[in-house]
């Protein structure tokens, strides 16, 4: 009101606008001054008289209402951490793989889901019973509405979640070592694998598969194979012996490449062979035996992928023919009438079928190809291998894994200047072993001294 835009502008036109011979020149004055103080005074009384019938009602179960809503809230949140519980412990998700992590290494993970979505549901159980409790609705807790939410169901699984888990002992698994379910260590062009002690268990798998594969397939394998080994004593240089796969067919190391540097770090000169004498026992091999290969053959992926894209179009499929001709007849999508406990376990059991089809299909089709391939394999076989019966342990593959091996004595390897000479394109560097070790190998390819290095860690512990 006080600007020279009210007094030459707005208040002229409002008092042209509202001068009449009624009110004459005070008719402004009382629409700006008179009539707002009014019209807030009058919408006031309404308000508290509003008020006044409402609060008698209303007032006493407001709190109620909002407590009903912060305890479903914790509900709703719960729900969401719900729906990404198991996948940290999906063995051999694709999902996993697709961001480089394995269901082993992510156990973690699902512990910390797991413990909040126990808190976000336990104090959701416990806010409800508690208000159901204040305001007298204690039999709530014995509701299992026909189309609504099972509150028995829900007690019932809280208490079996702090009943049946006692902590009077604990329970001990012991498995390992962690690391990826399938690595791509076949597409590099070298491939290097640092070990130490014990650590060298993943590994002979990984050098069993690529010496089969190298020798009996056409598939792609590195070109240099590299294997740093790290011992204490000299007796543990044994573990090498157990590299070669245990089968009745000679194996040629030279399509590999393979190159293993052992270091004996407590010893300085060899000791005498009597001295290391080693029991070994093994077993003659049956024609059938073959090495371990993926449930679903050399192209799993590409199964998998087909698995869950067949069993969601049957699940559709399925869900689309119950809802059509079971649930819509007696339910018109109303929500209301179908009991929603009916519908879920309907779902589940669609869910189970159509994934238990398609993997089932899946693996058959496998496993009558594998069958195919091995009876060709046999029929192929036209004399005696390395451990037939009648063959001594020590023939050519031995004799050429002793060829390909360096031992060092009294030293540990310089990991900088073996990894950081490796030549190719792309190298992959695998370690297992020490905390220090695997520290080591990381900080050497993260560096940016060698741009070809790609890191990749087993552990024995999560």
């Not at 009110?23 to 009382?30: C, E, K, R, S, V």
């Not at 008179?34 to 509003?50: I, K, N, R």
């Not at 194996?251 to 540097?261: R, W």
């Not at 310089?414 to 070790?437: A, D, F, I, Q």
Request: with cysteine.
């Amino acid at each position: 009101m006080p600007t020279t835009t009210y007094r030459n502008y707005w208040l002229p036109n409002i008092k042209s606008t509202v001068s009449s011979t009624y009110f004459g020149t005070q008719g402004a004055m009382m629409l700006i001054f008179t009539f707002p103080v009014l019209f807030v005074a009058s919408l006031s009384c309404v308000y508290l008289y509003l008020g006044r019938n409402s609060d008698g009602s209303k007032k006493g179960i407001r709190w109620q209402y909002k407590w009903d809503e912060v305890v479903l809230s914790f509900a709703e949140v719960g729900n969401i951490a719900l729906a990404f519980l198991f996948y940290p412990v999906a063995r051999g998700s694709s999902v996993l793989k697709f961001f480089g992590l394995t269901s082993e290494a992510s156990i973690k993970y699902h512990m910390w889901v797991g413990n909040i979505v126990t808190i976000l549901f336990t104090v959701h159980g416990l806010g409800s019973i508690t208000l159901w409790r204040i305001t007298h609705h204690v039999n709530k807790m014995l509701y299992w509405d026909f189309a609504d939410v099972a509150n028995f169901a829900g007690e019932t699984a809280l208490l079996l979640i702090y009943t049946c888990h006692p902590v009077d002992h604990l329970e001990v698994s012991v498995e390992g070592p962690y690391g990826p379910a399938s690595t791509h260590f076949s597409r590099q062009d070298t491939l290097v694998i640092v070990s130490g002690g014990s650590g060298i268990t993943p590994f002979i798998s990984i050098i069993r598969d690529l010496i089969f594969t190298s020798t009996k397939t056409e598939r792609k394998t590195p070109h240099h194979v590299i294997l740093i080994a790290s011992f204490k004593n000299s007796a543990d240089l044994s573990m090498l012996d157990v590299i070669l796969p245990i089968s009745d067919t000679p194996y040629d190391l030279s399509k590999l490449h393979l190159q293993i540097d052992a270091f004996v770090t407590r010893e300085k000169v060899a000791e005498p062979e009597d001295k290391m004498v080693i029991k070994e026992v093994r077993f003659k091999a049956s024609p059938t035996d073959a090495p371990i290969s993926a449930v679903l053959g050399p192209h799993g992926w590409l199964w998998l992928g087909a698995i869950i894209a067949s069993s969601f179009v049957i699940f559709l499929i399925l869900v689309g023919i119950i809802t059509r001709y079971y649930v819509y007849p007696k339910d018109r999508n109303t929500g209301a009438i179908f009991s929603w406990s009916l519908k879920s376990t309907l779902y589940i059991l669609v869910v189970f079928f159509g994934i238990g089809t398609t993997a089932t299909a899946a693996f058959l089709w496998n496993k009558k190809q594998n069958a195919v391939e091995a009876a060709k394999q046999i029929q192929n076989k036209g004399s005696p291998g390395v451990y037939n019966s009648d063959r001594e342990l020590e023939s050519l593959p031995y004799q050429s894994l002793a060829q390909v091996t360096t031992v060092h004595y009294g030293e540990r390897p310089n990991l900088k200047s073996l990894l950081l000479e490796c030549k190719g394109s792309s190298v992959g560097v695998l370690v297992c072993g020490p905390t220090k070790l695997a520290n080591d190998v990381a900080a050497i390819c993260g560096s940016g001294l060698a741009e070809n290095l790609h890191f990749e860690s087993f552990s024995f512990k999560w």
